[in-house]
């Protein structure tokens, strides 16, 4: 079975960009978590979708969004851009929501903001 | 709120030497945790988890954890760590709530030759 994919995954923009992220979870799963890590903040949860409605989010700003659709996959979009968004935006999946005790992640997509 | 201290940012040991990783949570209720691996350019790789039952845990390449309630630890454990395990160890706290998991900042393990 393959394991969750993202793409791209490497990233270059410039500030006041947006960006958009995606993310295909493994087959069958239909939770899909997002998290970025940096090395001043660390891992930080942004949010999860399920059956394409967002159930929970972290505390980041409303220039973080995302979305799910119907086959599950996901993407995330970071609008206006800044420099402190350069990270490692890290996706997630599993069987059901709030399902930590099962979630399997994928490679990541590092983003560069210059 | 829950959180997790890892306080030793990096760690270094000798190939075929034992290792022990700490890690301290905070959690309001029963907690879920988690230690996860990652290689550089990798994703995160699940080692072992504890939700409940024997408070040693068994996980994937010779690794096992001990969940301590009264100390509020899941300190990770190894008895000889090979060239390979070096990574970063990251201990995560989670119960099925809504605040997803939450993480460490990471231990850098090092291994000497």
């Known amino acids: 079975k393959a394991g969750v994919t993202q793409t791209p995954r490497y990233l270059i923009k410039t500030r006041g960009q947006q960006v958009t992220l995606s993310c295909s979870p493994i087959s069958g799963h239909r939770s899909v978590s997002w998290y970025q890590q940096t090395p001043g903040q660390g891992l930080q949860f942004l949010f999860e979708y399920f059956s394409e409605t967002q159930r929970n989010k972290g505390n980041f700003p409303g220039r973080f969004s995302g979305r799910q659709f119907s086959n599950s996959r996901s993407e995330m979009n970071v609008s206006t851009l800044e420099l402190g968004d350069s990270a490692l935006y890290l996706c997630?999946?599993?069987?059901?929501?709030?399902?930590?005790?099962?979630?399997?992640f994928g490679p990541g997509t590092r983003l560069t903001v210059l | 709120a829950q959180s997790v201290t890892q306080p030793d940012i990096h760690i270094t040991v000798s190939e075929g030497a034992s290792l022990e990783l700490r890690c301290n949570y905070s959690y309001g209720a029963t907690p879920y945790l988690f230690w996860y691996v990652q290689s550089p350019g990798q994703g995160l790789q699940l080692l072992l988890k504890y939700f409940s039952g024997d408070t040693l845990v068994q996980g994937i390449k010779g690794f096992e954890a001990e969940f301590k309630r009264s100390q509020s630890s899941f300190n990770l454990r190894k008895p000889s760590v090979h060239w390979s395990d070096a990574a970063e160890y990251f201990c995560a706290v989670g119960g099925g709530g809504a605040d997803g998991l939450t993480f460490g900042k990471g231990t850098h393990l090092i291994i000497q030759p």
């Open positions: 997630a999946s599993s069987l059901y929501p709030r399902s930590v005790n099962e979630q399997f």
